[in-house]
């Protein structure tokens, strides 16, 4: 398949032949091998995979984040390979949310204000008032004013939540959003992660070490030493039609 | 045990690049303090050795009785030149003419600072001190040098005979320069030199004559003071020791101020220098939790880990001092070759070498900086929890604000003491630091209240400036603080120097009187007006002259204290003080120019009554009002005068000043002489010859040397102060990089995210550029509040300048705070704005 035939298709990711080399003392370390894999619309993946085997490298491409060595991305029809910097900066905006393990608020905004940020970057006239929406959704409508500093470590991670979802990405990339929780405050971020993914249709792409996580995805990509070394379907977990390549 | 570990901990924290900005702010310290004091000192030295000139040596002690010749002897167990002269005013006879006559009487190698020249042929034209040969040591016996004058008042020559007391002389040499020939106009008896051996055959030194026996020395500051230390337990207290510096002449205030002003440029810069220690070591220590917590976890006892600690830190302070030094050294080198090329002329043959002084400064400020400012912060490093390892927010309480206050401020107060050696200096210098503290926390609430009160949309750019700032409150107002420390001593240093400068030139302007007249007879004054009209030459007025004694105050007798208020032997006078001196005295129709009438109203030029005006400050001193009765005698008549008014007179002007002016009913019959001041350029010279030559008898003394030594330290002064200036700025830099360099990575963790939601590049610039705009007026606004409160405390109290506000002060230094903080600012996180978001994934996950 190659990637003109994908773009008619349902497919939001394409990926071809990836591959991503960084200069090392010795010479060049290779993370990713030619990697091929496509992401459908509205579908939930999870990439896992032991420390180092580049599970977090390949979510950065995917997300625009980096450039890879060699190979093509497709992000909802546009080639991230082919864009500089400052539009890749643009389609993130557009396009995707992000989920940190480590929240990442910014600490000297309140939790509104954190959720307003990518909107008013986009330039959303009613970005206030889809904040004030969707810190109700998060369940902290009465924590708006408050800053990072004053929350405690699942609320923070569900303002992260509602910034990711405030300019209806196409894509969430989550990287161990549940990583920095405890047992009871990762799995209710967790159940919010998929419901508002769910109420969005959003295509969610999570790195994840936690196996109950990743099982409660549709699709399951076990990497190692920089390939692809397994992928997992469930269908009893989508309400969609799986059709991927590798 | 805990050696290996702490050596190898510190090699890979120094080639991290982890203590780097800690190790360059106690170099930088150090090279500060020692570059400045040793230039300052070894100028102040050059600038002091060459204006001893005006002594004729480096020391010279002056007393009415001869002083025990064992003391005398002693200065050569302490390696001192020495030499001597016997001064008196004589009669002197030629030609069947008398004059009183000013006479040293030489014995050894006089002078032994600076030059005497001799002419052995007439002179044609009026004297220059191109003529004649250089000589040291006393004529040969039973020769007379002379100055023109006596030549032309006795109407004799070269090789005529000239009687002094019993003794005849034969006229060797006319005296073309005389080193420390005297400037003052009143005591203008024309010079004569003789040998010291001569003096016993004069027949002069009889009881009750009126003698002066001074002593001259030369050699090491150090040598002289512990000659002068050695000898001080036998001399009595009219027996006076003294050096340029002591002298009562404008070159002596203007040596001395230059001294202050250098002294205290350089206090400012030690403190800029501490501040970015003190910034450093707080970040130093902060940089060392986890490496302590982990030490913990691993079981190293506390003991282990203070040892290994202060060996680090030991060993970053005696690196630092080392390349300060190394630094310093070779600076202070480079400016004073500066100082050879560009203004050679002004400085002695043998060069000032450096002291111990400068070293004992710079290395106590590096090692007290250091160990002083990490003193509460490694406190709190040993403090640190083991459950940092798991919890990573978790950090040792902080001490309380005042005692970091406290001890931050001793250590600068210390520091300030040591190097100056002047209490009160240091503590106004302290408390003027103090103040900025002070206005530092009510700006840190300031920015808090701003931010949270303004409603920016969250991806303006003034919205993250100033929520980055709000972020940052207690960092930032460090980081404004500094800035404003920075910008505070450029000002000062600027203005002072500026203002100092400014009242210097005031001093001598362009066109300040270079000679002197007196002994001019009342006949000559109107033909001497004439002559100097026709030659264009601008004067002040001529005054007469009468010499006389304050007797009374009111009819009180006076007790004969002199003016100081020495009241050493007060049990055996009674009365009020006087002047304890005769005094020159004149009068006037007109109020002189420059003398301001404080109190009181000048006469009629017709007024009847006995009238005085006095100078504002004799007149304080000796409880003189308006309305009290001077009596006045001269000679052997009293004259008695109502004061009417008090003057305000510029003793630094290069003219004529009085204490008396009386009105022309009480002295405008007495029998007197004029005096005058004038300047002439050197294409007027020939009106010198001419003056001369139609009036022989007039006194001319120059004093255009004295004008180019002032002006040659103004233009010394200004060349030190601009390198001052160039460190300060430097270490500005230093305390802005510090402290942009301890917010770095919240600033990085900040950026990337915006990076990472969409934010682009000029926006992230933007929101930069205005945060330190925003930090830079901050503090320039607050540099410009203690500048003008500094500087009215510092010329008030410390060196007596006359205090004006500077309206142009405030927006200048707002604007140049802005600009040189963006400008440094934006540069230093040029990198930041350049990151890939990637940097996300990669060191934040």
Known sequence: ?246 | MWFKPARALLVQQLKRGELTIFLLAIALAVTSVFSLSGFGERLNQALVLKSSNFLAADRLLSSAHPIDESLIAQANEFELKSARYLSFNSMIFGNDQMLLSYTKAITGPYPLRGEMKISQQALTTAPTDSQGQVVYGPPPPGTVWVVNEVLTRLRIAIGDKLEVGDALFTVGGIITQEPDASFSIFNSSPTIFINGDDVAATNIIRPGSRLFYNYLYSGSDDNLSDYYQAIKPQLSTNQNWQDIKSERSPLANSLNRANQFLLLASLLGIILAATAISVTAQRYTQAQFDTVALLKTLGTPDGTIRKMFIFQLSSLTIVGVLIGLGVGFVLQEGAFALVKIYLPQSLPEQMPSLGFKPFAIAISTGVICAAMFSLTPMLRLFKVPVMRVIKRDMSPQSFKLWLNGLVFGGAIFLLLLIYSQDLRLSLITLCVAALIAALLSLLALALIKLSRGKKFSAASPWKLAIASLYQRAQAASMQIASIATAIMLMLIILLLRNELIDEWQAQIPSGTANHFIGNVTPDQVEPIKKLMAHYDVESSDLYPIIRGRMSQINGEVIGGYDSEGNTEQDNKRSGRRGFGRELSLTWRDTLPDQNPLEEGEWWAVDESEHQVSIEHDAAKRLDIKIGDMLTIMIGAEQVTAKVTSLRNVHWRSMRPNFILIFNRATLGDMPSTYISSFYISSEQQSMLNELLAQFPTISLIKIDRLIKKLKEIIEQVSLALSYIMVLVICASILVLLVQIQASYQQRHQDLVILRTLGAGKKLLKRAIAIEFLISGALAGFIAALTTELALWLLQTFVIEMQWQPHPMLWLGATVIGSVFVALIGTRACKDLTQLPPNELIRNLS
């Not at chain 1, 008619?8 to 080399?21: C, E, F, G, R």
């Not at chain 1, 010795?26 to 894999?37: W, Y």
């Not at chain 1, 993946?45 to 890879?68: E, F, M, N």
């Not at chain 1, 990287?175 to 249709?201: A, V, Y």
């Open chain 1, 1 to 246: 398949m190659n990637a003109e035939t994908a773009l008619t298709t349902d497919d939001v990711i394409i990926v071809k032949n990836l591959i991503k080399q960084v200069e090392v003392n010795n010479g060049m370390l290779e993370i990713l091998k030619s990697i091929s894999l496509n992401v459908k619309r509205g579908q939930s993946i999870a990439i896992v995979g032991a420390s180092g085997s580049g599970k977090s490298t390949l979510l950065g491409l995917l997300a625009g984040l980096d450039c890879a060595t060699t190979g093509e991305i497709w992000l909802d029809g546009a080639p991230l390979h082919q864009l500089d910097e400052e539009q890749r900066t643009e389609l993130r905006r557009d396009k995707v949310g992000f989920i940190f393990q480590s929240f990442l608020l910014l600490p000297a905004l309140t939790a509104l204000e954190n959720i307003m940020l990518p909107a008013q970057l986009a330039g959303m006239d009613d970005a206030e008032q889809h904040a004030i929406e969707l810190l109700k959704e998060v369940g902290l409508d009465h924590r708006g004013d408050h800053y990072p500093n004053q929350l405690s470590g699942g609320e923070q991670q569900r303002v992260a939540i509602a910034r990711a979802f405030i300019c209806k990405p196409t894509i969430l990339f989550a990287d161990e959003p549940t990583g920095n929780l405890d047992g009871e405050n990762g799995r209710r971020i967790e159940r919010l992660l998929f419901e508002l993914n769910q109420q969005h249709h959003t295509t969610l792409v999570l790195v994840t070490h936690d196996t109950r996580l990743a099982q409660n995805c549709q699709r399951v990509i076990t990497m190692s030493d920089g390939t692809v070394t397994e992928t997992t379907t469930d269908s009893s977990v989508t309400p969609r039609e799986l059709n991927d390549v590798v």
